[in-house]
């Protein structure tokens, strides 16, 4: 297994929107470990294909503490949301940065699991919020999307910063 590298906002290509997937090949297989053990180690909640610039639709998760609810959703889809609550959120992409962001307290999702398997699933609490949040990814979308432009602004203004403290280290 490999750790892959994540894209730190703002880098444009996580605004590219994901594809679908059609092929569940061992390289997919693969690839996926790979995504686990690169969330696992950040250490992270989820990752979407995206971040890790593999732009078809594919996010890994896992909201648990001892690593025990690891979810795979391929091609998913929420068909049913429900509620409102506020979440304070963090993001691979957009390390050591948190904000308050709104979403639906209870979902429903569609997917193929890594065997290309449709299964749907019903959430609330933190695993909705992460499933928003990592869908968001493979439509282009972050949830920084959801701050004022002006704190928008602030922010790139940080993260560029820290990106040429990091180029020249
Ligand atoms: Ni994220």
Redesign the pocket.
């Known amino acids: 297994m490999a750790l892959l590298d994540i894209l730190t906002f703002p880098d444009p290509r996580l605004r590219t929107k994901a594809k679908p997937i059609n092929e569940f090949t061992d390289e997919l297989n693969t690839f996926i470990d790979d995504m686990f053990e690169t969330m696992y180690d950040a250490p992270?909640i989820?990752?979407?294909a995206t971040?890790v610039n593999f732009h078809k639709q594919l996010v890994v998760i896992d909201v648990s503490e001892d690593k025990s609810e690891p979810y795979c959703f391929i091609n998913p889809e929420i068909t049913h949301k429900e509620g409102a609550e506020v979440c304070q959120e963090?993001?691979?992409?957009?390390p050591e940065f948190f904000a308050d962001v709104t979403r639906a307290e209870n979902i429903t999702v569609k997917a193929l699991d890594r065997n290309g398997k449709a299964f749907e699933l019903e959430a609330d609490g933190l695993l909705a919020v992460c499933i928003q949040?990592?869908l968001?990814?493979l439509n282009g979308k972050?949830?920084v999307d959801y701050l004022s432009p002006l704190k928008q602004q602030r922010l790139r203004k940080k993260m560029e910063k820290l990106a040429k403290q990091k180029a020249s280290a």
């Open positions: 992270g989820g990752l979407a971040q963090g993001c691979l992409s957009v949040h990592e968001d990814h972050l949830f």
